[in-house]
């Protein structure tokens, strides 16, 4: 066996040059993996501009948050899988786009969850439940699995005694509903009609209690009753509405209602983990690339070749 053949360096070029190869013959091969169809529904209303969660050190909103957790998520996804996306505000949720493959439709995918924003909310208060409802009912004969996130704050709160009726939709739709924000409540920011930042929400500038339909309480029970003009009393209610936290509790109980699991947002992470439930995967054979295999062997072999050159 001549010199040549003996030095190692020359079968390095040699495995470089077959993997190379068999990069451009085999790019791709079939494969089968779970494939994901999210239509990810988010809350846009004022309370989701709380800043409890923390990103590079710096104290960032629920609404940049959730934003930034599903830009990383869109990047995980494997090719084939699909995501719609929608906003809630007030009483109802509305579709900005349907599923559209993850790969092929990055670019628009991406680019639009980075523009979501409050200001694109068409009314101030929100009813959680009836915005579920809503989304369970428009997407109920969907083949995509409904990601509800919210921080299940209601404003203002809802009478109990016109509590949304999910009996005609439990179980005719797969998804989750995800928690957001943290469990200390903190307040909320007020912005200005330009969208300044003008301070926080005091107890004066929020209603605390509903004053929708009929009291559940006895009229010689509520102070300052009138059956025309003031239903509900007329002493003014002291609460705690002008501040925010994850109405974990609640939101426990809408999942069981719709017939939807829960999880709560704290990273990337627990997110990822949460929606690769199996009952929300598809197994489906796919071209998966391959490229970068043979790519990487090839940069291993070509570094052999020069790593004593390197230490020389």
Not at 215 to 227: E, F, M, R, V
Not at 255 to 277: F, P, V
């Given at each position: ?120 909310a068409w009314a ?26 919210t921080d299940g ?84 209610v002291i609460g ?73």
């Amino acid at each position: 066996m001549s010199h040549t053949l003996k030095d190692y360096r020359t079968w390095c070029l040699l495995i470089a040059f077959i993997a190379m190869l068999m990069l451009f013959m085999y790019p791709s091969k079939q494969q089968k993996m779970p494939i994901y169809n999210y239509t990810f529904i988010i809350d846009i209303t004022r309370s989701m501009n709380a800043t409890d969660y923390q990103q590079d050190n710096q104290a960032v909103s629920r609404l940049q948050f959730v934003k930034k957790t599903l830009r990383e998520l869109l990047r995980n996804l494997p090719c084939e899988s699909k995501v719609g996306l929608g906003l809630f505000t007030e009483r109802r949720s509305t579709l900005l786009f349907e599923p559209l493959e993850v790969c092929s439709a990055y670019t628009e995918i991406d680019t639009a969850i980075d523009k979501i924003d409050w200001r694109m909310a068409w009314a101030a208060d929100s009813n959680i439940a009836k915005g579920l409802l809503s989304t369970l009912n428009m997407l109920k004969k969907s083949d995509s699995s409904v990601i509800f996130i919210t921080d299940g704050q209601e404003a203002p709160p809802v009478n109990p005694s016109y509590q949304a009726d999910f009996s005609t939709v439990n179980g005719q739709a797969k998804g989750m509903i995800i928690g957001v924000g943290g469990l200390q409540a903190v307040p909320i920011p007020k912005f200005d009609s330009v969208g300044k930042p003008i301070g926080f929400y005091t107890q004066d500038d929020v209603p605390h209690s509903s004053s929708f339909g009929q009291s559940n309480l006895d009229p010689s029970q509520i102070k300052g009753y009138n059956a025309r003009n003031a239903p509900f009393g007329s002493v003014a209610v002291i609460g705690n509405e002008h501040l925010t936290a994850l109405h974990e509790t609640y939101l426990e109980k809408l999942s069981s209602e719709s017939g939807l699991a829960y999880s709560r947002l704290t990273d990337l992470e627990s997110l990822s983990l949460a929606l690769k439930n199996p009952k929300l995967a598809t197994l489906k054979v796919v071209q998966t690339d391959m490229r970068w295999l043979p790519a990487f062997l090839a940069l291993l072999m070509l570094s052999l070749v020069y790593l004593p050159r390197i230490y020389k």
